[in-house]
């Protein structure tokens, strides 16, 4: 669908402008190179037709950086996409350098066209643009009503390019749009951090191990249902209770996530705001999945917005794509050309090198995100193929040129960053890997835990944001000052076997949830040692009433596949064919689990029942470290006396029954008995030994961590 067949078609149309940073050298660009780049590139069409072409960047300025250095690594650099092998976007690209004024002369240069150099991002004054009024799309209505059941083909005819054509589209303007009206308290309402949880479905992997579906999910709530081992080995389950601003289940389709998450801060990019999306969860939860649609969706509100409500305003819309892989960023729309990051004077962030591409149509923004996607770093994990090793972020910028005056540098407007995390257990999966991988996880971590501090501090409008822990919150930084917003999606997978992860991604979610506006940080500290405390424990058999069936509530969960313009929404590890839920208008016979709580469904997924509805509690760890640390030594006490116990039991049988002078036989009773007893504390012993050793594996890189981000 997308592609080379796609770009074949579209050569002519100029939807696409490359803009760049500052360049280095003064040699002039000669017009075969600049073809042969421009074609690299995919931009031959700018290159035949007019004096439109960019100026290019001094690529030898950065050397040997880039792909080459990726050479030694372990993992492999895979085509993501839809475009997998596809030369359009491998040649390799090597121009000969140029000079941005030199550029200007040869192509008689409108300046304005132009980037603005090194500080392009960032160096604006962005207060001195006027306020735009800010359309109120929150009142029942949705921008997305407005777009839904286009597919690109629409979007580009809808979005036509007026400013070149002077026509203006030939779809009527929707009256909502033609009603905004300026409403700072609209924006306002934006919350400044949302959290919202992803669940998926359970793959082909997991229902092939026979895993469960152990979440329990509500409009805003969940339940983990996790299994867990009694000392003396008996089964018991442990609720975990969550609240979030939204809880989307396995149904929810990508058009809902985006409904639910991005497009409510769409409009507020045009007053001056920064916003940022990021997805966090273990490998294979479905981060990439969730976060891919997502600009896509979002360029295309900020196009009709751009060519609606603000026709003819002067706004233009930016695109850069660069991940940060092992602490360093990467060009993902320049062949992971390296680039660098400075301060300047102002001490803003600049990354030197990185290309904005120009974009006025949603099909030139998917072939950027197709092509960056294609040159990230993945590597396998035993949950995911094709695992995320980096952060990759992709930003939506707008610009405005200044009224009357195209001579000049549009300024920057507002900006949306989307971030796809590396996984977040990389760095606790430490033991099995190279020492490459365990260098990857420590920088993943340290990157993690940076982040959640600086929205912490975000959160409690702090005067310091401790953006320097990690390059992810350098790279951040503008993102985290002045009128921001953050998006939070956590993605985790249903399955029991990933219980711990899920846990992990959920206390995180909830810890950046819990700094949310209005909450005391001192309440939360508390409530969360209660929550965790009131997290409800039962043995397996009798943690949750028997379960009735009631045909109705039972509905085939596997979500419908909707997503006209996610082309890379691969299917490939999911079960393809739906199960059959009834037979002759009765529900099958669904298999039971050991336990009689649960109803298990043909597709793995459980049927809670019994559970609360209503009050649900925020069960938060406000500290996972010191939950984990009193689990460790509750179990170890726990150990401790059992053993002590058998031991004393062992000693005063023994005195008996010398002191009774029982006969052998009955001897010999007692004595298997007590070493059966005494085996089984042994295998206690020896999962409690690998626990600790787990636990202070943990403890240990915390420490390195913590100590290496100075918090
Ligand atoms: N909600 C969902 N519905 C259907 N399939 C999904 C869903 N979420 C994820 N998947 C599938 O699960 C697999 C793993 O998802 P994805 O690559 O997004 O994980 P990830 O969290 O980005 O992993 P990593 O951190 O390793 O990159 C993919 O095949 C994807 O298509």
Redesign the pocket.
């Known amino acids: 669908m997308n592609g080379m067949g796609r770009q074949g078609q579209r050569s002519g149309a100029s939807g696409l402008q490359v803009h760049h940073q500052r360049q280095y050298s003064d040699n002039f660009l000669d017009a075969a190179s600049n073809g042969r780049w421009l074609q690299s590139a995919g931009l031959q069409h700018l290159y035949s037709s007019s004096n439109s072409i960019p100026p290019l960047q001094d690529y030898g300025f950065y050397g040997g950086g880039g792909a080459g250095e990726q050479g030694s690594r372990t993992l492999r650099t895979a085509q993501r996409g839809f475009n997998a092998g596809n030369d359009y976007f491998t040649e390799p690209t090597t121009p000969p350098g140029s000079s941005w004024q030199s550029s200007q002369m040869k192509n008689n240069g409108d300046p304005s066209e132009f980037s603005p150099g090194l500080l392009d991002l960032h160096s604006f004054d962005t207060e001195l643009l006027p306020e735009m009024p800010v359309p109120s799309l929150y009142d029942g209505s949705s921008l997305s009503n407005l777009v839904r059941g286009r597919s690109f083909d629409d979007s580009e005819h809808y979005i036509s390019n007026d400013k070149q054509t002077g026509r203006t589209s030939d779809v009527p303007e929707n009256s909502l749009l033609k009603s905004f009206a300026g409403d700072k308290e609209k924006v306002n309402s934006v919350a400044k951090i949302k959290v919202v949880v992803?669940?998926?479905?359970l793959?082909k992997k997991e229902l092939a191990k026979n895993e469960e579906d152990i979440i329990e999910t509500n409009s805003n709530s969940l339940v983990v249902h996790e299994t867990k081992l009694k000392v003396d080995l008996t089964e018991y389950v442990e609720k975990h209770e969550f609240v979030f601003d939204a809880v989307l289940n396995?149904e929810?389709s990508n058009d809902e996530v985006y409904h639910e998450t991005v497009e409510p801060i769409v409009p507020i990019i045009f007053q001056q705001t920064k916003a940022t999306c990021f997805?966090y969860?273990?490998?294979?939860?479905?981060?990439?999945?969730?976060?891919?649609p997502l600009p896509i969706k979002a360029s295309r509100d900020i196009l009709r917005m751009m060519h609606h409500t603000y026709r003819n305003q002067g706004f233009q819309l930016f695109v850069s794509f660069f991940e940060i892989y092992g602490g360093k960023l990467f060009d993902l729309l320049s062949d992971r050309k390296k680039l660098c990051m400075r301060e300047d004077g102002k001490q803003k962030v600049c990354i030197v090198g990185l290309q904005e591409y120009r974009v006025s149509d949603v099909e030139a923004i998917n072939e950027l995100i197709e092509k960056g996607n294609g040159s990230r770093s993945?590597g396998t994990?035993g949950?995911?193929e094709?695992?995320?090793r980096s952060h990759a972020i992709l930003q939506l910028v707008i610009k405005r040129s200044i009224e009357g005056n195209q001579s000049k540098p549009p300024r920057l407007v507002g900006k949306l960053s989307f971030i796809?995390?590396?996984?977040s257990e990389r760095g606790a999966d430490t033991t099995d890997n190279d020492k490459q991988t365990r260098m990857e996880g420590a920088e993943i971590n340290k990157s993690l835990l940076a982040l959640k501090e600086c929205i912490r501090a975000l959160d409690n409008d702090q005067g310091h944001i401790p953006f320097r822990g990690s390059k992810l919150t350098e790279v951040l930084r503008d993102s985290f000052m002045g009128n921001s917003r953050t998006v939070m999606i956590s993605?985790i997978s249903p399955s029991s076997g990933s219980s711990e992860h899920t846990l992990n991604t959920l206390r995180y979610a909830d810890r950046v949830k819990s700094l949310s506006k209005g909450n005391n940080p001192r309440k939360d500290v508390l409530s969360s040692t209660l929550n965790q405390k009131e997290s409800t424990t039962l043995p397996l058999s009798s943690a949750l009433p028997t379960a009735s069936l009631v045909e109705d509530d039972i509905t085939n969960t596997w979500?419908e596949?909707n997503e006209r313009d996610d082309p890379d929404?691969?299917?490939?590890?999911?079960e393809p064919e739906k199960p059959m839920w009834k037979k002759n208008g009765k529900p099958n016979p669904y298999s039971f689990s050991s336990s009689e709580d649960k109803v298990r469904k043909p597709n793995g997924q459980t049927k809670w029942k019994g559970l609360p509805k209503s009050d649900v509690k925020n069960s938060s760890s406000d500290d996972d470290l010191n939950a984990l640390l009193q689990e460790e030594e509750d179990l170890v006490n726990a150990h401790r006396k059992q053993v002590e116990d058998t031991m004393n039991i062992v000693r005063e049988e023994m005195n008996l029954l010398v002191e009774a002078d029982q006969p052998g036989n009955q001897l010999d009773n007692y004595i298997s008995r007590l070493n059966a007893i005494l085996s089984q504390k042994a295998a206690g012993i020896v999962q409690l030994q690998t626990r600790l050793a787990n636990f202070q594996r943990r403890l240990k890189e915390h420490n390195v961590l913590v100590s290496s981000s100075g918090y």
């Open positions: 992803r669940k998926r479905p793959n396995e929810v997805a969860g273990q490998t294979g939860s479905g981060k990439t999945y969730t976060m891919k993945t994990t949950a995911n094709e695992s995320s796809d995390l590396a996984g993605c979500p596949q929404a691969s299917e490939d590890s999911y």
